[in-house]
């Protein structure tokens, strides 16, 4: 959710339609951010302040002390239908600490070790073994801490206890496959050389500059496939929250069961956690780690805790753009306020001697056969890129693009923040934080005229439609019966990567970027050519949108029509469907060709039919095929073989064999067979969807690394030795274009070729 919440985004344009044109064209035509900031500000009313307000407290974020009691008994339920995730992720809702506040309500002490035990045992069922660990560890340290605690355990929980122990440790020994040395070797696979230019990158990668497509990445050697060219941590990044509760207006729906990220991701390093530790200010931000917490609190979150439920109501781009002002202004406030006197009478004074500073960096450009010297935004004295704030600020924010409503949106957004800000840095810190916190929650360093903050924030708001990165993480999936595991790509968080957003987009990229916890990796997916520019995908691809729905994706984000050679070429040819798309001759299995009438493209053959019906069916049997995923997904697995098979034979009759709904109803055959353990039919099945995948997306997609993977689990299942070693060093192969050596599906792949190597018989006269 980057922008807010649809109520305030509403409410906000229905304010603007219905301001006097005057007031409008004021605002529309206002030449800086300055003025835009405060011709709109002066705009916000109280009404407006109370209405938000309103919105806001509909977000659950703070401290209750009945949340205890209710988060136990729903974690029992949970435990007993053995979903171990979210018994685990409501059983760490209890914090110790929430725990002893509830006990003037009634909570019995004496259930928390029962509490920590089960939360251990669900952790253990999930194969959290770290965190199993550190839940033992947390229950031993409060039994000796604590006197009452230390006479409550009885011979059973001491039983538990000990059993439980010996069981993570029996774990521990079986999973542990790779050797602590090979660990540090395997993560000291880095960059090649340092890059003197450009900070976080490959030696490999220059930096140019040019006057109309602006800056820009380009090999300066020949580059392989699968070679890391950048990798950089986010100068700042922000948990999305997923989906979010429902505005609550009653005490019986004001706690919520689901599980999102909030709930399964540190909200600082982003690392994966089912053994939070909670904000003790606040219900919502939770952490892997002591450490993370205390961080998080001394950057940025001693700010952002009583301002929870206005930032999730704000939106993701409000939150980065309040944390960008927060970190730098706790390094250096002077440096903000200068920079707002710089640009307040141009957006980017080129004139100031600030600016000059910031642009001494220089590029080479060839003009009439000539090298010029050009300057580089974001470049220090010496010319060099790097991954700071300097880079943050010199990102574009597109003024002239965004519409005036959008503008006035981000204003206001940003000024009724200020407000708050300004209004809790007069105000003593309550949120129930422990006592060092509260020591350590002073007003923030922050300017006198909030109107700086407030103007860098609405900068970094507005440049983060095209420079914000979506951090992802690979989702794997399966029927509750299956034991093969598929994966999708989710959003975790969003983040801004100085480095990586000088990368321009192509719709078919020589890149691919992947994520280990807050730092992006770009590696070469192709050969790259010396001087060949760098490119990588912002969203729209090819192999998953039509030229025409990209280019106006692109245009309304990104203000810019995209002329890369995919869209040249799909322009052309225009009336040809991709084959992922296309429908087939019922007679001949030929492919139809046309626009609104279809005729069969083999020659002697008459067939024709209206695009429209075609169409109908198509949709008619999406709509089957997911009522057959919903039979998978609830393990009934005979009726959901039923289902696809019906649907496998319709399809065949009017799409293509390599059309995408055919390789979801072969792929969904696949899983439905092996939950049933029939291995070889579940193998037939999926090879019929690879092709589907190998035809949309390529041979060394990293799709089909995802596919491949599932294939190789398929053959390792089935015990077909020599089927699965193959697919195995197939999809290490295509995994490592895209992914580093600690990739979840790269290291089961690994385990799997050392289980079957152990199986191999040893060859007659061989030594061993």
């Not at 979801?664 to 055959?669: A, H, R």
């Amino acid at each position: 959710m980057d922008l807010p919440v649809a109520e305030w985004k509403s409410y906000l344009l229905q304010k603007w339609s219905l301001l006097p044109k005057s007031i409008q064209v004021t605002v529309s035509t206002a030449e800086t951010l300055s003025d835009v900031f405060l011709h709109s500000s002066s705009l916000l009313q109280p009404e407006d302040e109370i209405f938000l307000k309103r919105l806001s407290q509909g977000y659950s974020v703070g401290k209750d002390s009945g949340a205890p009691l209710f988060y136990r008994e729903e974690g029992n339920k949970t435990f007993q239908e053995k979903d171990y995730t979210v018994a685990a992720v409501l059983y760490s809702k209890m914090c110790l600490k929430d725990i002893i506040r509830a006990q003037t309500h009634g909570y019995p002490e004496r259930l928390q070790p029962k509490i920590m035990l089960r939360k251990a045992e669900c952790l253990m069922a999930l194969g959290r073994l770290q965190e199993a660990r550190q839940t033992i560890s947390d229950l031993e340290r409060n039994f000796t801490a604590s006197p009452t605690l230390a006479d409550f355990p009885s011979q059973s929980v001491q039983r538990n206890l000990h059993l439980l122990k010996m069981k993570a440790q029996d774990k521990e020994n079986l999973t542990e496959t790779f050797p602590v040395a090979l660990a540090k070797t395997l993560e000291g696979v880095d960059l090649r050389e340092e890059n003197k230019q450009l900070s976080n990158a490959s030696s490999s990668v220059g930096l140019c500059m040019d006057p109309l497509k602006g800056r820009y990445l380009v090999a300066t050697r020949e580059i392989l496939p699968g070679e890391p060219l950048v990798k950089e941590d986010a100068f700042v990044s922000v948990l999305n929250p997923g989906e979010l509760p429902p505005l609550h207006h009653s005490l019986e729906s004001k706690w919520d069961t689901r599980v999102t990220n909030g709930d399964l991701y540190c909200h600082r390093c982003l690392k994966h956690t089912l053994a939070t530790v909670p904000c003790d200010g606040c219900s919502y931000a939770k952490y892997c780690s002591q450490e993370c917490l205390q961080q998080a609190w001394k950057l940025y979150h001693r700010i952002e805790c009583p301002l929870g439920g206005l930032l999730l109501t704000l939106g993701v781009f409000c939150h980065i753009a309040l944390r960008l002002t927060l970190l730098v202004g706790f390094q250096d406030v002077s440096k903000i306020r200068k920079l707002c006197d710089e640009f307040s009478n141009k957006d980017i004074p080129e004139s100031s001697n600030w600016v000059k500073t910031l642009n001494s960096g220089l590029g080479e450009i060839e003009k009439n056969g000539k090298i010029v010297e050009t300057p580089i935004p974001g470049c220090d004295v010496n010319g060099k890129y790097e991954s700071n704030y300097q880079a943050v600020f010199n990102l574009l924010p597109h003024t002239e693009n965004h519409s005036p409503e959008h503008k006035f949106l981000c204003a206001l957004c940003v000024s009724a923040l200020c407000r708050q800000l300004e209004a809790a840095s007069f105000q003593p810190v309550t949120t129930g934080a422990s006592s060092s916190q509260l020591k350590a929650a002073v007003a923030p360093e922050l300017c006198p005229d909030m109107t700086v903050w407030g103007v860098v924030m609405l900068r970094h708001m507005l440049q983060l439609q095209c420079n914000a990165q979506a951090i992802t993480t690979i989702l794997h999936t399966g029927s509750k019966e299956g034991i093969v595991t598929g994966s999708r790509q989710v959003r975790l968080a969003t983040g801004i990567f100085p480095v990586i957003s000088l990368l321009n987009h192509s719709c078919s990229p020589n890149t691919s970027v992947s994520f280990v916890s807050t730092v992006a990796t770009i590696r070469a997916s192709q050969r790259i050519g010396k001087g060949q520019e760098i490119l990588h995908c912002y969203g729209p691809h090819k192999s998953r949108i039509g030229v025409a729905e990209r280019q106006q994706k692109l245009r309304s984000q990104y203000f810019f029509d995209c002329t890369c050679p995919a869209c040249q070429t799909e322009t052309r040819c225009m009336a040809a469907r991709p084959r992922w798309e296309a429908f087939c001759c019922n007679s001949c299995r030929a492919p139809m060709q046309g626009d609104d009438v279809l005729s069969c493209g083999r020659r002697g053959c008459a067939e024709s039919v209206r695009r429209d019906h075609l169409t109908s069916r198509l949709q008619d049997l999406r709509q089957q095929v997911g009522m057959a995923q919903k039979l998978l997904s609830d393990g009934k697995l005979e009726p959901a073989i039923q289902q696809l098979s019906w649907c496998q034979h319709d399809a065949g009759s009017f799409l293509s064999a390599e059309h995408a709904v055919l390789g979801e109803i072969e792929d969904g055959l696949a899983q439905a067979c092996a939950a049933l353990g029939d291995w070889q039919k579940s193998a037939t099945h999926l090879q019929n969807s690879l092709r589907v995948v190998e035809a949309r997306h390529g041979p060394s997609s990293v799709e089909m690394g995802h596919e491949l993977f599932k294939l190789a689990q398929i053959f390792f299942n089935g015990f077909a030795v020599p089927e699965a070693l193959s697919t195995i060093q197939k999809a290490e192969e295509v995994l490592s274009l895209h992914c580093g050596p600690w990739d979840d599906e790269i290291q089961e792949l690994q385990k799997m070729k050392s289980c079957l190597l152990d199986l191999t018989p040893t060859p007659v006269g061989s030594s061993v």
